[in-house]
């Protein structure tokens, strides 16, 4: 089917449960509030190789906060609930704790919760304090600028990772034009993140390799350079390039509505085909057809 | 909402424990006027003293003039306890939940021993808010306990955990001997607070003369104290901006006990600088 200067191919994108917190992150201004959400969702691109999945769901106004100061809201995705409680303490205690004038709280309320504040306040020696306020707990844990504040425990919640378009282009220039612009789109629907740089992943993967040991390793199908070596190339004679825009959210409508956005923008910005991946159906319970996206965000 | 309406006041102190939403929720009227009262040491009954009208169920109201009745709201678990005037010695004490307004002044030892729920003050309250039961050495536990007019003398001695806030003037000894929790002064504080106090913080928003047992450890933004105020601000307390942004000097102590507590004050200069 066609959309716009684009064809959209009738495929899939097959999404699976992935636990997922929301991180709020505040500090005396937004820049360092910012440095913070930076750090903390670095090196989090794929969980294959960053045990974690972060991006930085939007910037919250002082109003939004619960300390009336400029805030970041964060969203950090694991493939387990145990595993989703250590990532949090490591990368709050590394890149909140250690930042300026900042303070870590919950963004999502839930009766499941994971220990983050109890393990950080350890930092303190001894001389942290704990404060109860509307039920919730909160870490006073002293610092050498001064004192960083922490909720004890985050609400966790199960998500849906792996929610994708893929964007073939003529050349990687246009490529790019349409995979950024679908970013652009997708960053405006809440409860989403792109964990990969600017959204966008130019090293799509399939699962396994020739070479033992390897969980992942080049989508060569979607690789145009190995057009003619690959006997089941995937890519078109006039596609030069392709990118994928890889979405995790906290409901399956958020990343849904991400998609429609962003196959929507890039069909209007350049990009010659639209795809999505997935594993056959094999994987995950989720698959968001592409189809169904095309009549656009809202529309029936 | 079932209302019971004081008749007239009670020439001795009127004790009614049990007088709470959660415990008259599912009482008929006549089960109500039936429940028991002392009249100081004369055992009485509910409809001796109370005219009860209304429904039955989460919330229940007391009016009249109550000064000379006590424990009221005492022990209450759950539900709405309005009582439209003042009320007397023991109000709200031991309370576990739910939400207690009074809409006059309370006696001494409100909310003492109290474990959870909210007891808010519109008028002034008297000594020993939230402090100890007689022969305790915790005082309140959890809950909240909010004075919107002036408080008396040891306010939150011996508190454990909770928060107490007072709109006016606290009197001396605030926090004597308090193990943690929070206690925030937004119109001036007495002599001698948290003497003895083990943990827990005092915030007071004007100068206070301390004991020479506090050493001043420094002045800073302290970031819980901006979730305290702004929470204590939603809730309808007379708390400036000023107090939100602006720096305290930190005061530890008692250095007679572990000197793990602290009293705040506002640094006013600093705040308008």
């Known amino acids: 089917m066609r959309l716009a200067d684009a064809e959209v191919v009738d495929t899939f994108a097959e999404a699976f449960p992935m636990w997922g917190a929301r991180i709020v992150i505040t500090a005396e201004s937004a820049g360092w509030a910012g440095e913070a959400a930076r750090s903390v969702t670095g090196f989090a691109t794929s969980v294959i190789g960053c045990k974690c999945e972060a991006g930085v769901e939007r910037v919250l106004d002082p109003a939004e906060t619960p300390d009336g100061r400029p805030g970041v809201s964060v969203l950090l995705f694991a493939p387990d609930?145990?595993?989703l409680a250590k990532r949090l303490v490591e990368r709050v205690g590394q890149s909140v704790l250690t930042c300026p004038t900042t303070a870590c709280f919950s963004g999502l309320e839930g009766e499941e919760t994971v220990d983050v504040g109890g393990q950080l306040r350890y930092f303190g020696d001894g001389y942290q304090a704990s404060k109860v306020l509307d039920g919730r707990r909160y870490w006073r844990v002293p610092v050498m600028e001064g004192e960083f504040l922490v909720q004890e425990r985050f609400a966790v919640a199960e998500g849906v990772a792996g929610g994708n378009i893929i964007m073939l282009g003529r050349d990687s220039a246009s490529a790019l034009r349409a995979?950024?612009?679908?970013?652009?789109?997708?960053?405006?629907?809440?409860?989403?993140?792109?964990?990969?740089?600017?959204g966008i992943a130019r090293s799509g993967s399939k699962v396994g390799s020739r070479y033992s040991g390897l969980m992942a390793s080049t989508n060569d199908v979607l690789c145009p350079t190995l057009r003619a070596q690959v006997a089941n190339s995937a890519v078109p004679p006039d596609v030069g390039s392709v990118f994928e825009i890889v979405i995790d959210g906290l409901t399956l409508e958020a990343v849904t509505e991400a998609m429609a956005r962003g196959l929507h923008a890039a069909a209007r910005s350049g990009a010659s085909q639209v795809t999505a991946g997935n594993y056959g159906g094999n994987l995950g319970p989720h698959h968001i057809a592409l189809k169904d996206l095309v009549p656009g965000p809202g529309e029936d | 909402m079932l209302t019971l309406a004081l008749r007239e006041q009670p020439t001795v102190p009127l004790e009614t424990e049990g007088l709470t939403p959660d415990h008259l929720a599912t009482c008929r009227h006549d089960e109500v006027e039936s429940l028991t009262v002392w009249h100081g040491n004369r055992r009485a009954q509910v409809g001796d003293f109370f005219a009860v009208s209304g429904d039955s169920g989460e919330e229940l109201r007391v009016e009249g003039d109550l000064r000379r009745v006590k424990f009221l709201g005492a022990g209450m678990t759950a539900g709405r306890l309005t009582i439209a005037g003042d009320a007397g010695m023991h109000t709200g004490a031991g309370m576990r939940g739910g939400e207690l307004v009074v809409e006059g002044a309370v006696g001494d030892f409100a909310g003492v021993g109290m474990r959870g729920g909210r007891l808010i003050v519109e008028g002034s309250?008297?000594?020993?808010?939230?402090g100890a039961r007689q022969g305790e050495r915790a005082g309140m536990r959890g809950g909240e306990i909010f004075v919107h007019g002036d408080a008396g003398d040891q306010v939150g001695a011996g508190l454990r955990r909770g928060l107490i806030a007072v709109a006016g003037r606290v009197g001396d000894v605030a926090g004597l001997r308090m193990l943690a929790g929070t206690i925030v002064a937004l119109g001036g504080l007495g002599a001698r607070p948290g003497a003895g106090m083990r943990r827990g913080s005092i915030v007071a928003m004007s100068p206070v003369t301390l004991l020479?047992?506090?050493?001043?450890?420094?002045?800073?933004?302290?970031p819980?104290?901006?979730l305290y105020l702004r929470h204590l601000r939603a809730l309808g307390l007379p708390v400036t901006d000023e107090q939100i942004d602006g720096s305290y000097a930190r005061w530890s102590g008692d250095g007679v006990d572990l000197r793990r507590g602290e009293i705040l004050i506002l640094d006013s200069e600093r705040a308008l600088a």
Do not use: Q
């Open chain 1, 81 to 83: 609930r145990d595993g």
């Open chain 2, 125 to 130: 309250a008297g000594h020993h808010i939230g």
């Open chain 1, 179 to 198: 995979a950024e612009a679908a970013a652009a789109a997708m960053r405006t629907v809440r409860e989403v993140i792109l964990p990969f740089p600017g």
């Open chain 2, 212 to 222: 020479p047992t506090f050493a001043l450890a420094s002045t800073y933004r302290p």
């Open chain 2, 224 to 226: 819980f104290l901006r």
